[in-house]
């Protein structure tokens, strides 16, 4: 080792602890710790901001859901009162209709046995 690099490395400490150096240190170390409180709270908020896109996103899933269920209710309530309709003014062809629709249907699942 030389006896300059090793006046260097001696000038490197002494820099690194001198009150001068470390009372401008302070500032920065400080502005340092302010921005990080800022990204703390700034990744909190957007925490919270996309908690809350993903509640209104659910809810309005909840709704077409909802909504699309009270139209199939609609729907098959309207199917069932036509067929009523249907047999109550023509019920010889409902029972005929019905009586093929059994026998179509045990001939097919004897067939698969």
Do not use: C
């Amino acid at each position: 080792m030389s006896i300059q690099s090793k006046s260097s490395q001696d000038s490197r400490r002494s820099d690194e602890t001198n009150p001068e150096n470390v009372r401008y240190a302070a500032p920065v170390f400080e502005n340092i710790r302010k921005d990080i409180g800022l990204l703390q709270s700034d990744v909190a908020s957007l925490a919270s901001d996309i908690k809350q896109a993903g509640a209104d996103k659910t809810q309005g899933a909840v709704a077409y859901v909802n909504e699309k269920i009270d139209a199939l209710k609609d729907t098959g309530a309207n199917t069932y009162k036509n067929i009523e309709g249907q047999i109550q003014s023509k019920p010889g062809q409902s029972i005929t209709i019905a009586f093929v629709a059994g026998l179509l249907a045990s001939y097919l699942f004897s067939r698969r046995q």
